[in-house]
């Protein structure tokens, strides 16, 4: 799960991290009223789950409280397009200002997890306020890495290595190690999966602050957390996408125009690259699970036909837990229930399998099925072209 900007540096400021003072406006006399506050001038920010906000026009400085007025207002409302959003582009329904800040030196600071050591990585930086990608391909010797133990946590002498290799010096270097000992009791406590700073920047009065953040976190913990949740903001996620996990579904949009129904995280990312080897492109990600119901079955072909941009579906069911029978009873009822009017091809494999290829076979459907993954994905494929 994703939060905003602003609801970042709230956590961030509870866990004592530096940051520069700021405010959501509600409207335009807010934001002029907010911008006085801060000494006549303020940046004015768009706030979208997002990168590259700036590139976009989503981040502006206003030198007076009229001018942020102004750009309050042309904010509000707009489709904000970034290289992260897609060509459709986000819309802007909080606008968000902070006090603007002496900049002496930009630096770049994330935590991660890295699946590969199942430990958190911190990833640092000279080069602040670029993107990380940009520093890995043309300057890599200048992102440091430290893999943090998880049984000791986050070490003095780490945060300290870190420190040295962003050039921080004197007092500063003292904050930066503060800093970087608190950001990570935030990420292990609050269950994040990346916090990225970028840009951290050293302050000509010698503070180290985060003038940008973008947090994350682990939805399998988010039970744990009842104060992240309720930051969740329904307007930046996919209808279909928030439709799907009031039915336990795990579905993700893609761009697409065959959709997938499967059980099992593995078996859908199998499914859509042997799609894609065959020329197609899939719709979406959807996981039903491995004890998944007929109403789940039923719900997620719903979900998958709900996008116009849908020109055929396969569905790939392995039966361990989830017998075939039952998945092939809950196609041929959502099908008529429906009224699937693009082709369907199903692959069963498993427990009762059999069974449910002849109750397909049997229900005067134009259902396709297949004999095994290979021949469902060129079933699917053809089907579309």
């Given at each position: 799960?994703?939060?905003?900007?602003?609801?970042?540096?709230?956590?961030?400021?509870?866990?004592?991290?530096?940051?520069?003072e700021g405010r959501v406006a509600q409207n335009a006399d807010d934001a002029r009223r907010i911008t006085e506050a801060f000494g006549g001038q303020s940046v004015v920010k768009a706030q979208i789950h997002a990168g590259?906000?700036?590139?976009?026009?989503?981040?502006?400085?206003?030198?007076?409280?009229?001018?942020?007025?102004?750009?309050?207002?042309?904010?509000?409302?707009?489709?904000?397009?970034?290289?992260?959003?897609?060509?459709?582009?986000?819309?802007?329904?909080?606008?968000?200002?902070?006090?603007?800040?002496?900049?002496?030196?930009?630096?770049?600071?994330?935590?991660?997890?890295?699946?590969?050591?199942?430990?958190?990585?911190?990833?640092?930086?000279?080069?602040?306020?670029?993107?990380?990608?940009?520093?890995?391909?043309?300057?890599?010797?200048?992102?440091?890495?430290?893999?943090?133990?998880?049984a000791l946590g986050l070490t003095g002498f780490q945060a300290r290595e870190i420190c040295f290799a962003l050039g921080l010096e004197g007092d500063a270097f003292k904050k930066g190690v503060t800093f970087l000992m608190?950001?990570?009791?935030?990420?292990?406590?609050?269950?994040?999966?990346?916090?990225?700073?970028?840009?951290?920047?050293?302050?000509?009065?010698?503070?180290?602050?985060?003038?940008?953040?973008?947090?994350?976190?682990?939805?399998?913990?988010?039970?744990?957390?009842?104060?992240?949740?309720?930051?969740?903001?329904?307007?930046?996620?996919?209808?279909?996408?928030?439709?799907?996990?009031?039915?336990?579904?795990?579905?993700?949009?893609?761009?697409?125009?065959?959709?997938?129904?499967?059980?099992?995280?593995?078996?859908?990312?199998?499914?859509?690259?042997?799609?894609?080897?065959?020329?197609?492109?899939?719709?979406?990600?959807?996981?039903?699970?491995?004890?998944?119901?007929?109403?789940?079955?039923?719900?997620?072909?719903?979900?998958?036909?709900?996008?116009?941009?849908?020109?055929?579906?396969?569905?790939?069911?392995?039966?361990?837990?989830?017998?075939?029978?039952?998945?092939?009873?809950?196609?041929?009822?959502?099908?008529?229930?429906?009224?699937?009017?693009?082709?369907?091809?199903?692959?069963?494999?498993?427990?009762?399998?059999?069974?449910?290829?002849?109750?397909?076979?049997?229900?005067?459907?134009?259902?396709?099925?297949?004999?095994?993954?290979?021949?469902?994905?060129?079933?699917?494929?053809?089907?579309?072209?």
């Amino acid at each position: 799960m994703n939060i905003h900007e602003f609801q970042a540096k709230e956590l961030l400021k509870l866990y004592q991290v530096a940051i520069p003072e700021g405010r959501v406006a509600q409207n335009a006399d807010d934001a002029r009223r907010i911008t006085e506050a801060f000494g006549g001038q303020s940046v004015v920010k768009a706030q979208i789950h997002a990168g590259g906000r700036g590139k976009g026009g989503g981040v502006k400085f206003a030198k007076t409280p009229e001018q942020a007025a102004e750009l309050f207002t042309q904010m509000l409302g707009m489709q904000l397009v970034t290289k992260q959003t897609g060509p459709e582009g986000r819309k802007v329904q909080t606008v968000f200002l902070s006090s603007p800040a002496d900049i002496e030196r930009e630096l770049y600071l994330s935590l991660l997890v890295d699946r590969g050591s199942s430990r958190v990585m911190v990833l640092a930086s000279t080069e602040g306020g670029m993107e990380i990608e940009e520093v890995a391909e043309a300057t890599p010797e200048k992102i440091v890495k430290v893999s943090v133990d998880p049984a000791l946590g986050l070490t003095g002498f780490q945060a300290r290595e870190i420190c040295f290799a962003l050039g921080l010096e004197g007092d500063a270097f003292k904050k930066g190690v503060t800093f970087l000992m608190n950001l990570y009791r935030l990420f292990v406590e609050k269950d994040c999966s990346m916090v990225e700073i970028n840009p951290l920047i050293l302050s000509k009065q010698g503070d180290v602050v985060a003038l940008d953040c973008k947090m994350a976190f682990d939805d399998n913990a988010l039970f744990r957390h009842p104060d992240v949740l309720a930051l969740r903001d329904l307007n930046e996620e996919a209808a279909e996408e928030i439709e799907a996990s009031k039915f336990n579904l795990n579905f993700i949009k893609l761009d697409g125009n065959i959709g997938c129904m499967v059980n099992g995280a593995g078996l859908a990312m199998a499914t859509m690259d042997i799609i894609k080897y065959h020329g197609g492109e899939p719709a979406n990600f959807l996981d039903v699970g491995g004890g998944a119901t007929e109403d789940a079955v039923k719900n997620a072909f719903r979900i998958i036909l709900q996008d116009p941009s849908v020109k055929a579906v396969l569905v790939n069911i392995f039966g361990g837990i989830m017998r075939g029978d039952i998945v092939a009873t809950g196609i041929v009822n959502a099908a008529r229930e429906i009224g699937i009017k693009v082709p369907v091809v199903v692959r069963l494999e498993g427990t009762n399998a059999e069974e449910g290829k002849r109750i397909l076979s049997e229900s005067g459907l134009n259902l396709q099925v297949a004999d095994g993954l290979k021949d469902a994905a060129q079933k699917a494929v053809a089907s579309v072209k």
